[in-house]
C-alpha cells in the first residue's frame, strides 16, 4: 500500500466552474462543515483541497483488467484512492483509465467529491474523556462481502486493527479504537467501503 501526501508540484490556479465553488472562492463558504450544514452537493475537488489544505491521499489498490477486443489485447487500471486530512474528514474514490498514473488521479479526484464528515470523539466507558481522539459511539459497515466495526478505545490504545485497516482509520482522524472485521477483508476494495459505510454512521446517527 502506498502513501502519497499533498502534491508540491506546480498547480494550474482554480476556476471555480460551479456556484458553490465561485462562494469558497469568494470567501462565503469558508468551512466544510457549511457545505454539509447545508446539504450542498460537492462537484469540484478543488474545493475540499482549499478548504482541506492538509488533506492527504493514499492508494489502498490497483488492479489490473486485460480485454481481449478485435484489435487485441487491451489493458486497463483500476485504482482505489482513499483521502483524509486525519482530523475528522474522509473520503474514498475509483478511477479506471489506460495508464496507471491517469487512473490513480481520477480516483483521487473521486475521493475529494466523496469526502465525508467523521464525528470524532470519546466513547469509551474506559476513558471519558470528551477529546477528540477515537469516536462516539460502536458502529459497523459493509461492503460486498466484508463487514467492518469500530469500537470505540481509550486514550493511549491505539488503534487494534490490521495495517491496512489501521492507516484508513488513521487518515480520518481516529487514534485509539478497537475494530472487528468479517468476511474475507484481504479483498482491499470491499474493505475500505465497509470503512466508509461505518465511519459515514458517526455523522449520520449522531
Same mark, same amino acid.
Given at each position: =500500500?502506498?502513501?502519497?501526501?499533498?502534491?508540491? *508540484?506546480?498547480?494550474? /490556479?482554480?476556476? +471555480?466552474?460551479?456556484?458553490?465553488?465561485?462562494?469558497?472562492?469568494?470567501?462565503?463558504?469558508?468551512? =466544510?462543515? /457549511? %457545505?454539509?450544514?447545508?446539504? =450542498?452537493?460537492?462537484? *469540484?475537488?478543488?474545493?475540499?483541497?482549499? $478548504?482541506? +489544505?492538509?488533506?492527504?491521499?493514499?492508494?489502498?489498490?490497483?488492479?489490473?483488467?486485460?480485454?481481449?477486443?478485435?484489435?487485441? *489485447?487491451?489493458?486497463?487500471?483500476?485504482?482505489?484512492?482513499?483521502?483524509?486530512? *486525519?482530523?475528522?474528514?474522509?473520503?474514498?474514490?475509483?478511477?479506471?483509465?489506460?495508464?496507471?498514473?491517469?487512473?490513480?488521479?481520477?480516483?483521487?479526484?473521486?475521493?475529494? $467529491?466523496?469526502?465525508? +464528515?467523521?464525528? !470524532?470523539?470519546?466513547?469509551?466507558? /474506559?476513558?471519558?474523556?470528551?477529546?477528540?481522539?477515537?469516536?462516539?459511539?460502536?458502529?459497523?459497515?459493509?461492503?460486498?462481502?466484508?463487514?467492518?466495526?469500530?469500537?470505540?478505545? +481509550?486514550?493511549? $490504545?491505539?488503534?487494534?486493527?490490521?495495517?491496512?485497516?489501521?492507516?484508513?482509520?488513521? $487518515?480520518?482522524? !481516529?487514534?485509539?479504537?478497537?475494530?472487528?472485521?468479517?468476511?474475507?477483508?484481504?479483498? =482491499?476494495?470491499?474493505?475500505?467501503?465497509? %470503512?466508509?459505510?461505518?465511519?459515514?454512521?458517526?455523522?449520520?446517527?449522531?
Amino acid at each position: =500500500m502506498s502513501r502519497y501526501s499533498r502534491q508540491q *508540484e506546480h498547480q494550474v /490556479e482554480w476556476q +471555480p466552474r460551479t456556484t458553490l465553488g465561485k462562494m469558497v472562492s469568494e470567501g462565503k463558504i469558508s468551512t =466544510m462543515d /457549511e %457545505i454539509f450544514e447545508n446539504g =450542498m452537493r460537492i462537484q *469540484e475537488p478543488e474545493i475540499v483541497k482549499h $478548504l482541506l +489544505p492538509e488533506i492527504k491521499s493514499q492508494v489502498v489498490h490497483v488492479g489490473i483488467v486485460q480485454k481481449q477486443t478485435d484489435a487485441g *489485447e487491451m489493458t486497463r487500471f483500476n485504482a482505489l484512492v482513499a483521502v483524509g486530512n *486525519e482530523a475528522g474528514w474522509f473520503g474514498i474514490g475509483k478511477g479506471k483509465a489506460s495508464q496507471m498514473r491517469i487512473s490513480i488521479d481520477k480516483a483521487t479526484m473521486a475521493a475529494h $467529491l466523496n469526502v465525508i +464528515p467523521v464525528k !470524532l470523539g470519546c466513547g469509551s466507558w /474506559e476513558c471519558r474523556c470528551n477529546q477528540l481522539h477515537s469516536i462516539p459511539f460502536r458502529v459497523r459497515g459493509k461492503g460486498g462481502s466484508v463487514g467492518v466495526e469500530i469500537i470505540p478505545g +481509550p486514550r493511549g $490504545l491505539s488503534l487494534v486493527a490490521g495495517e491496512n485497516i489501521k492507516s484508513l482509520l488513521k $487518515l480520518a482522524g !481516529l487514534k485509539d479504537a478497537w475494530t472487528k472485521s468479517f468476511g474475507s477483508t484481504n479483498t =482491499m476494495s470491499s474493505t475500505t467501503k465497509a %470503512i466508509f459505510a461505518a465511519l459515514r454512521k458517526t455523522y449520520v446517527t449522531g
